[in-house]
């Protein structure tokens, strides 16, 4: 009985000394043993672990490197969405960024935390009771993957964490990066062996995280910098960013030391020249800085719109561009239609990646810029934006210039192109008609933020429409294995793992099915908008135009867009068949509940902290009473829902005679 707890106690002991070092290696950049001391600690305990498997334990460092999985990553919904961030590029967009927050707010001065933006992968860790026990990719930001196994192998991520007081579960985001050195080192093993090479640091450090095998992902120096922290009762524990980042510390969870805090504009500029200047000496990518309202408080009354907080944004770094030759132009015909003129480039290396292909918009901007064929040019990328034509080099303009002029027919169907009143874009009308349109629609629709039907690629779509196996999306799901297998170099595994795909596709939500479906102008925040406010099918074709501009961030275009698409029958047959193959949905039906004449189609705000309601809370209790929730004071207000610290929304609501009600004022209107 005393030698099992003696062994208990050694074996501890040994995984909080290699817990302790790995923080001082791969948090402090600064190791106190050598590697080889280093390696006998871990030596040691595997031996134990080996003679006595029952003290293995799911935070011991020997379970950082797991095992093949034989499946593909499932999908984890995260709790609260991971939303992108607004950009700005210039300071002049920043000072209005800065102005719109001391307005909102009603202040003179505003306090930011500011960081750089790694140019990394985004992951959300939970910990529950103080083990890590789910890792999630941000995905689309509301559906991410699970890469639980793969990000236990990253070393600066800690298996297990002391909570104290904290509540059980923790979510932590951040970044999970590769070092520039790491990725030019893995780039000369990776061409030793004759493999893959990546393209930039981001590259590697997503491509490792996607690996089925978590031994191969161990083998990559991957590292994870956190940037938040979330758990039930965190408005009790923390009043400003700056004190999330400091419990991340106190936990040993690694954040960047490059935190700071700065007021107004002023402080903004200055700590983004100071990271510019740098930015080259860094071990890290970084692609900008993001600046970000200190005050929780704060954040939570500035509020979100449908794709990013309002308390926050990143000021992105210029984009890099570099010179080349155009050696031709030619058209490319869009999923909508849209007729876009492209440059075929001289290959060039810009931003981490070789370019071949730019951009010209359309046919005012190829006028505008005066760009022909054989010109020099100088291209410009962002991150993963399509590279564009920024502009002609004229002193080194060529003789053997050639002019080019836009097409009139379709150079894939050949119907006559269209130019749209107010539009600069020429179309082709034809739809999925036209063989372009048909392709591009099957793209959209099995990509990855849509149906997400992996395995399904650009080759393979060809090879399906050539060989008239299917002739839009919906005929997707009629497919089978022999018939896929009758494909050039589609063998027997690959035909039953894309099967396998597109069966598990049926089960969707509705918001990523009306994204699939390629309508104009609906991206997935407006594709998900539309199925949380209306909840079916039937009720989005049953809108109005005026119904459909009530929605969040959908005007009169957008509107006429969506409404044109639900009441075109051709359009309503895909639906059909789409249900008729398989394909179901969740219906988010609004919850039925008793007319409130106090709250039903009033304007609220709220602001300051309430005694028990969260925000969220009290925002639902409003939306199901046919009530709206807005962030702004105005003339428009009808009630202003106030706790305490209520700040400069209280001043104004009470200047403009609005009701200001309390939490039990509400709670009372809508009791049974």
């Known amino acids: ?29 600064d190791p106190i043993i050598s590697d080889s001391a280093y390696d006998n600690l871990m030596i040691k305990l595997e031996r134990l672990e080996k003679q006595y498997p029952e003290l293995i334990t799911e935070d011991s460092p020997t379970q950082r490197v797991g095992m093949l999985s034989n499946t593909a990553f499932n999908q984890v919904n995260h709790i609260k969405p991971m939303l992108s961030l607004s950009n700005v590029f ?23 935390a500011v960081e750089p933006k790694f140019d990394g992968l985004a992951i959300a860790l939970i910990y529950e009771d103080g083990f890590f026990s789910l890792g999630a990719t941000r995905g689309d930001g509301f559906t991410g993957e699970d890469v639980t196994h793969n990000l236990k192998t990253i070393k600066s991520i800690p298996l297990k964490i002391d909570t104290k007081s904290l509540p059980s579960r923790i979510e932590i985001r951040g970044e999970v990066v590769m070092f520039k050195e790491n990725f030019l080192a893995l780039n000369k093993k990776q061409e030793e062996l004759g493999q893959k090479v990546f393209a930039n640091p981001r590259n590697a450090a997503a491509g490792s995280l996607r690996q089925l095998d978590s031994s191969i992902t161990a083998t990559r120096p991957l590292r994870f910098y956190a940037y938040s922290i979330d758990f039930e009762g965190i408005e009790n524990t923390l009043s400003s960013h700056s004190d999330s980042i400091k419990l991340l510390n106190e936990l040993k969870i690694p954040t960047s030391n490059l935190v700071k805090n700065v007021t107004d504009v002023v402080g903004l500029l200055d700590y983004y020249h100071e990271i510019i200047d740098k930015r080259q000496g860094l071990p890290f990518d970084i692609d900008g800085v993001v600046y970000k309202v200190d005050s929780l408080n ?39 239609g849209a007729i876009t003129p492209v440059a075929r480039l001289k290959p060039t290396f810009v931003s981490g990646v070789t370019v071949t292909n730019a951009s010209l918009h359309n046919e005012a901007e190829l006028l505008r810029k005066d760009v022909h064929i054989n010109d020099f040019v100088l291209i410009r990328r962002a991150g993963d934006v399509v590279p564009e034509v920024v502009s002609v080099i004229k002193s080194k303009r060529p003789k053997n210039i050639k002019v080019f002029l836009m097409p009139t027919e379709c150079p894939e169907c050949g119907s006559k192109l269209k130019k749209e009143e107010g539009e600069a874009i020429l179309r082709c009308c034809k739809g999925i008609q036209c063989p372009a349109q048909r392709k591009q629609s099957v793209m959209h629709f099995a990509s990855r933020k849509a149906m997400d039907i992996d395995g399904l690629g650009e080759k393979i779509i060809d090879q399906l429409l050539e060989n008239k196996m299917i002739s839009d999306f919906t005929d997707l799901y009629t497919l089978d294995l022999a018939s896929l297998e009758s494909l050039e170099r589609f063998g027997e595994k690959s035909s039953k793992n894309l099967i396998e795909s597109i069966r598990k596709s049926k089960e969707t939500t509705l918001g990523r099915l009306i994204y699939a479906l390629g309508i104009r102008g609906v991206g997935e925040a407006t594709a998900k908008d539309l199925a949380k406010e209306f909840g079916t099918i039937s009720n989005i074709k049953a809108q109005t135009l005026h119904s459909l501009e009530g929605v969040d961030d959908i005007g009169p275009t957008v509107s006429c867009f969506i409404h044109n698409y639900f009441n075109d029958l051709k359009n309503l047959d895909l639906i059909d068949k789409l249900i008729n193959n398989g394909v179901t949905f969740k219906e988010e039906v609004r919850k039925e509940v008793k007319f409130v004449s106090e709250v039903s189609e009033k304007v609220f705000v709220l602001t300051g902290t309430l005694p028990t309601l969260k925000r969220d809370e009290a925002k639902q209790i409003i939306d199901q009473y046919g009530g709206k929730v807005t962030s702004t004071v105005s003339k428009k207000t009808d009630y202003l829902l106030a706790g305490n610290d209520a700040g400069s929304k209280l001043e104004k609501a009470q200047a403009l005679g609005i009701v200001v009600l309390s939490e039990n004022d509400l709670i009372k209107w809508t009791e049974e």
């Not at 099992?4 to 923080?23: C, R, W």
């Not at 954040?299 to 155009?326: C, M, N, T, Y």
């Open 298 to 336: 704060y954040q939570d009354e500035l509020g979100f719109v449908s794709r990013a907080p309002r308390w926050a944004v990143a000021h992105k770094f210029p984009a890099e561009e570099a010179e080349s030759q155009i050696l031709d132009i030619d058209v490319q015909v869009g999923r909508t």
């Open 1 to 29: 009985m005393k030698k099992n707890s003696a062994l208990k106690e050694t074996v501890l002991a040994l995984k909080k000394e290699i817990q302790e070092h790995n923080f001082n290696y791969y948090v402090k950049d």
């Open 90 to 112: 210039h300071e002049d967009e920043l000072a209005a960024f800065d102005k719109r927050i001391k307005t909102d707010l009603g202040m003179e001065s505003v306090n930011y």
